[in-house]
């Protein structure tokens, strides 16, 4: 008989039905496996065995139809499959050619010779009709087959099997496996941010292998051996919560145990990790949720995904990203006298991101990373097998240890030979009377400027100022703040500065836990601020009066480590915390700067910056090296981007530094005037898109990275343009950047830990709070030096490729327009209020990048933003003020009883308010109509252009149909792609109209493959 039978598809052969239509010739789905022949083999023997599998198993004669967008199984009579002869250089090529679905056969053989009793046997099948399960089953018969053996007809043939689990789904079967997975896998985000070398795009599906040994764990169950999977994958993406999909047979029935065909299910295994969760406790956990997804396993993972309904897209496979799975070798067999060795072979293609499949031994163990080559290189691959094989030993030697705290690596940074910096002089005199400072109080030559210096320094030594001594500066922008800054240094003095726009009663307490005896002042500031200090009014004294010639000529260096100056940032006790920062960092950091800025005396610095930030001291300070100007702008013409923006053409600035909320403030304005060359970002991440933005006229870009605590910058170097990533680095000179885990170990490449900066720059510690000091300036572990320490920032990052990648904060601190603010700060602020019960303060990003500070309140009383306001203006400082108030009749907690940050409400202003867009051209009212009848929608049910096909119930199956309904309707060649790319019926119409639609990739070689 020659009919050919056609039968539903099961949820597996449907799925790469569809991916096979999404990504037409990708060889991810090919199983490809090298079996090694050794002994007399028989060539005819074996091509008849070959033929009688085929003619035994129904799944291997079987192709792939569709009606009206739904495919079907269809099961020929017979299929020829020759045994072709091969080079070895050509195994690769028949492992990764494409199949065609439509066409078949769906299986390859081609054979090996390299002599008489020497053979390589390679067999290339299509997942969509054969598991690895089956593989195994296959390699019996086959070798069975060659032996000569008759075997019994199977019981079941793979249509049954597809048509019973087609009839499971529709008589709702698998209902109680379903509200398993739906409470299983609440609340975990189906989306793991691994740290890839290029970004996620459509263009997927091309694999690679890395093969690595690993140390044999003998008895190591598939749980633990999964937990420290999923503990690498928590320090490699930071998150808590994650999916790991892992394989299963399938085969829970005793007569599908044999049973040739696509019966492999896929589970998504929830993660969820504390920082304190141990490895055994990971490893218990892990092997509940296993057993548990074993009970209820017959649901397919595509009504799963339909279920659940992520975030569909083609850059990311949807639920999952990675899998896992432990695969025994197979073991050889042997036929009339030859034995055939099967191993699995690379097919060139990836169906996931990240797969490793663990194969244990009993001598060697082996660990086999399958991945997208399309987001990781080689070399980052080796580095996760290397964590993995390093955290594996670890866990098996203590698995009582907590998972934060696993060894990832056993490399140990190499020593870096750090010098402290030397002193701390500027030498003003060699410019003369070239313009030096100029502000809205006038201008200052070279000389002026050196000579005013040396008389106020006087008069500060008069007044008690020595090495160590804080002078408190409370001074409105202009040039006598440099003036202030280079007499206290000259000294021997650090500076305070005090911002005069913040509130009186938080400069006076900061003036007074500096412990400062000295004040400089002018009426400029416009604020009066009384204590146990004496007050130096600037517009009040005559330098030209202070004598030098008696003065006993220069006063000795003070050591590197006396103060350079006191800077207070946000503390998350309510208090301020007084930085008391080195001379010999702000000398390192003046040093790296000069040759990395390369200013000249023609160079117009603006300095935009409040002096109580501590970025001013490089705008202020740094071009004086080199005889450059410095304009210092009036504080009312930074705050708006447009007066911002006028002020820098008048000035003629050619250098410009700020914060990216500053810069972008001026990319709105107009953008940065072109004349300023070299523009300077830090205190808050660079974006991708402002860096372009900046650089788009071809002027310079340098970003800077430091904390306080490490002397303005640890980390600068010029940005590079796209597509090459935004990093971190190079490091200033004589500083190391080092990235630790919580147990102060080195972490490998790729993995995220807290960043652990020392060298010069490293500050003496917090003012009058030795015990913050000593839990934040840490003994340096790596270093020779005696007394050498590391400043723990709180900052997560990973090195990528020798540098830097900052990912957030590991603490509740934020950056806010470049101050670092303590959000806890805020919080006790609020509490403090009469009306406020409790508060709460987080940050949100909104569209154009910004940061935005949300308090959210659970009120005495009613009270909201028009009585707050005022009342923290008097307490906080600007960027401290929340930009939205929210009020809760309760605060979200943990089951710890702790805030739950992460669980407070998006405040309405970040929402999406977009309406319902009716369609508007015909192509888009027939589109509506075709998605109104697919996904069986009402005529009262609204659609928009703009609203998501997968949102409004679609899903993979709907998808297919909903293509195959607009190449009838419309007539046009629609890709499911595009789908994918652009699920709206605006974005599909648009699609059409530029041509994107149509002329799906053409697939070489799918309807015949040979050899050349």
């Avoid at 065909?261 to 092997?287: H, K």
């Avoid at 109580?612 to 080199?626: C, G, K, N, Q, T």
Wanted: hydrophobic share 40%; proline share 9%.
């Amino acid at each position: 008989m020659n009919h050919v039978f056609v039968f539903p598809t099961s949820s597996g052969q449907r799925r790469l039905w569809l991916l096979d239509q999404l990504l037409p010739g990708s060889p991810a789905h090919n199983i490809g496996w090298r079996i090694t022949v050794s002994g007399p083999l028989d060539p005819g023997r074996l091509t008849e065995a070959l033929r009688a599998l085929i003619a035994r198993h129904e799944a291997l004669r079987t192709t792939f139809g569709a009606t009206d967008g739904i495919p079907t199984q269809v099961v020929a009579p017979r299929a020829h499959v020759p045994v072709v002869a091969i080079q070895p250089s050509q195994v690769d090529r028949l492992v990764r050619a494409p199949f065609d679905l439509a066409a078949g056969p769906l299986l390859r053989a081609g054979l090996v010779r390299h002599h008489a009793e020497a053979h390589e046997l390679v067999l290339v099948v299509h997942h969509a009709v054969v598991d690895r399960w089956s593989c195994a089953v296959l390699f019996d018969e086959l070798t069975r087959y060659y032996a000569g053996e008759r075997l019994p007809e199977p019981a079941l043939q793979y249509p049954d099997y597809a048509v019973w689990q087609r009839e499971q789904v529709e008589a709702n079967g698998f209902a109680q496996a379903a509200r398993h997975w739906t409470r299983e896998l609440a609340g975990v985000p189906t989306v793991l941010r691994l740290p890839t070398d290029r970004p996620h795009t459509a263009a997927r599906g091309r694999g690679a292998e890395l093969v690595t040994e690993l140390e044999p764990a003998p008895g190591a169950s598939f749980g633990e051996l999964l937990a420290v999977y999923q503990a690498v994958l928590h320090r490699l993406s930071g998150q808590d919560k994650f999916l790991v999909a892992t394989p299963v047979p399938g085969r829970t029935r005793p007569e599908t145990e044999h049973l040739v065909g696509f019966l492999a299910n896929t589970l998504a295994l929830p993660a969820r990790i504390s920082p304190d969760t141990t490895v055994a406790e990971l490893a218990a956990n892990t092997q509940r949720t296993v057993q548990l997804a074993l009970a209820n396993q017959d649901l397919p993972f595509e009504q799963l995904v339909d279920l659940l309904a992520p975030q569909r897209g083609a850059t990311r496979t949807p639920l999952v990203q990675t899998m896992f799975a432990v695969e025994p070798r197979p073991e050889p067999l042997t036929a009339n006298g030859v034995t055939f060795a099967p191993e699995p072979l690379p097919n060139g293609g990836s169906a996931f991101d990240l797969l490793l499949t663990v194969e244990p031994g009993p001598d060697r163990w082996r660990a086999r990373w399958s991945y997208d080559v399309d987001l990781f290189d080689e070399v980052s691959v080796a580095g996760f097998a290397g964590t993995y094989a390093v955290a594996l030993r670890a866990a098996m030697a203590d698995p009582h240890r907590p998972v934060a705290e696993l060894p990832l690596t056993s490399a140990r940074p190499p020593a870096v030979p750090v010098r402290t910096g030397g002193p701390l002089r500027v030498d003003l005199r060699r410019f003369g009377d070239a313009p030096a400072v100029c502000g809205p109080d006038g201008a200052l030559t070279y000389a002026e400027l050196d000579e005013r210096a040396n008389r106020l320094a006087e008069l500060l030594r008069g007044n008690g100022v020595g090495p160590d001594v804080p002078v408190a500066l409370c001074l409105a922008r202009g040039t006598a703040v440099p003036l202030a800054i280079l007499a206290t240094w000259r000294a021997g003095g650090g500076h305070v500065p005090l911002d005069p726009t913040w509130p009186a009663e938080r400069l006076s307490a900061m003036a007074a836990d500096a412990g400062a005896p000295v004040l400089l002042t002018h009426r400029a500031a416009g604020v009066e601020l009384p204590g146990p200090w004496r007050v130096i009014d600037l517009d009040s004294i005559d330098l030209d009066s202070i004598d030098l010639t008696e003065v006993p000529g220069t006063p000795p260096e003070p050591p590197p480590t006396a103060l350079a100056y006191l800077l207070f940032t946000s503390g998350s006790t309510g208090r301020p915390k007084g930085v008391e920062v080195t001379r010999g960092g702000v000398a390192n950091l003046l040093s790296h700067l000069d040759e990395l800025l390369d200013l000249t005396p023609a160079d117009r610095v603006a300095s935009i910056n409040t002096p109580s930030f501590d970025m001013s001291v490089v705008e202020m300070i740094a071009p004086l090296l080199r005889g450059a100007s410095v304009t210092l702008l009036a504080a009312h013409d930074v705050g708006d981007g447009h007066r911002l923006r006028e002020r820098l053409v008048e000035s003629g600035a050619t250098v410009v530094q700020g914060t990216p909320s500053a810069w972008r403030s001026l990319v709105a304005a107009g953008g940065v005037p072109t004349r300023v060359r070299l523009r300077i970002t830090g205190g808050e991440p660079l974006t991708r898109e402002l860096a372009d933005a900046l650089r788009g006229d071809g002027a310079e870009l340098i970003d800077g990275y430091g904390p306080t605590e490490t002397t303005v910058y640890s980390a600068a170097g010029r940005v590079p343009p796209a597509p090459h990533p935004i990093r971190l680095g190079p490091a200033v000179a004589n500083t190391t950047l080092y990235v630790l885990d919580r147990a102060m170990r080195p972490v490998p490449d790729g993995v995220i830990g807290e960043l652990h900066i020392g060298g010069a720059g490293v500050a003496r510690g917090y003012r009058n709070l030795p015990g913050q000091t000593a839990e934040r300036f840490r003994p340096d572990p790596f270093s020779a030096t005696p007394g050498a320490r590391l400043y723990a920032t709180g900052d997560l990052v990973r090195r990528r490729h020798g540098r830097l990648e900052f990912l957030g904060r590991a603490d509740r601190q934020v950056k806010v327009r470049g101050h670092r603010v303590e959000l806890g700060e805020i919080e006790a602020a609020l509490r403090a209020h009469d009306s406020v019960r409790d508060a709460a303060v987080t940050t949100w990003t909104t569209g154009d990048a910004a940061v935005r500070l949300v308090a959210y309140l659970v009120p005495r009383r009613r009270v909201g933003a028009a009585e707050l306001r005022p009342w923290l203006a008097r307490r906080l400082p600007d960027h401290m003020q929340p930009d939205r108030y929210v009020s809760l009749e309760a605060l979200p907690t943990t089951p710890n009883g702790k805030i739950d940050h992460a669980a407070l409400p998006e405040p309405a202003w970040t929402k999406d308010r977009t309406r319902t867009v009716p369609p508007r051209t015909d192509t888009e009212r027939r589109l509506a109509t075709i998605w109104r009848e697919v996904l069986s929608l009402g005529p009262g049910t609204p659609i928009g252009v703009h609203d998501d096909f997968f949102a409004l119930g679609g899903h993979s199956l709907t998808a297919t149909r909903l293509i195959a309904r607009i190449r009838r309707g419309l007539a046009v060649d629609l890709s499911l792609s595009t789908l994918f790319t652009a699920p709206t019926i605006a974005g599909l119409a648009a699609s059409m109209a530029t041509g994107r639609a149509g002329r799906r990739s053409p697939r070489p070689g799918s309807r015949s493959w040979t050899i050349r």
